[in-house]
């Protein structure tokens, strides 16, 4: 497994940078067969230091663990702790989607735009309707089938995700719905 391990605006050294990778490894070791790589940060947020950490699997899933506290080792600690929990709660749907695929998740680049707010512009006719473009990124689109998508959202702890569905080779979405169901759209 490939580490990148980083600080912003703080130095890390060699000793936590050894711990990292021990520690980590084992944890995902355990609960994952075929990690890639791991994305470990560590910053300063007032007088706490914070711990954001991602693991991407060869199957194309990723964990995230993100965690506080007032010494170093102890933000790492409970973010590999959190990362355990997630591992370890997803285990047997990550055997279950995973024991057939043989090939790692192929993935598929894309645009990602963020858009300016018009918030400020609400009482006057806009110029054009056109929004404006803040920023432009590259992004990736994974080929998963709908259950491994949804298996991903919640380890991403994110909203919604775009996918190609790998049984129809067409863009789906799957998201979260406000009644605390998972949505599906299939075009």
């Known amino acids: 497994m490939r580490y990148q391990i980083s600080g912003k605006q703080i130095d890390i050294g060699a000793a936590l940078q050894t711990h990292v990778q021990?520690?980590?490894?084992?944890?995902?070791?355990?609960?994952?067969?075929?990690?890639t790589d791991a994305n470990v940060v560590f910053s300063r947020s007032a007088h706490e230091y914070v711990c954001e950490t991602t693991v991407h699997l060869?199957?194309?899933?990723?964990?995230?663990?993100?965690?506080?506290?007032?010494?170093i080792y102890a933000a790492f600690e409970g973010c590999c702790d959190k990362m355990e929990t997630q591992l370890r709660r997803?285990?047997?749907?990550?055997?279950?989607?995973?024991?057939?695929?043989s090939e790692p998740v192929e993935l598929f680049g894309a645009s990602s735009y963020i858009l300016a707010s018009d918030e400020s512009e609400m009482a006057d006719e806009p110029d054009?309707?056109?929004p404006m473009i803040v920023a432009e990124m590259e992004t990736k689109?994974?080929?998963l089938s709908v259950g491994e998508a949804v298996m991903q959202m919640e380890l991403a702890g994110a909203p919604v995700l775009v996918f190609r569905n790998e049984n129809k080779d067409g863009l789906n979405v799957v998201y979260r719905r406000e009644d605390g169901n998972i949505g599906w759209i299939d075009p």
């Open 22 to 35: 021990t520690e980590l490894g084992e944890v995902v070791g355990k609960y994952a067969q075929r990690p």
């Open 58 to 71: 060869s199957t194309g899933l990723t964990a995230q663990a993100k965690a506080h506290a007032t010494e």
């Open 90 to 101: 997803y285990k047997r749907r990550l055997k279950d989607h995973h024991k057939d695929r």
């Open 128 to 130: 054009t309707l056109q």
């Open 141 to 143: 689109i994974p080929s």
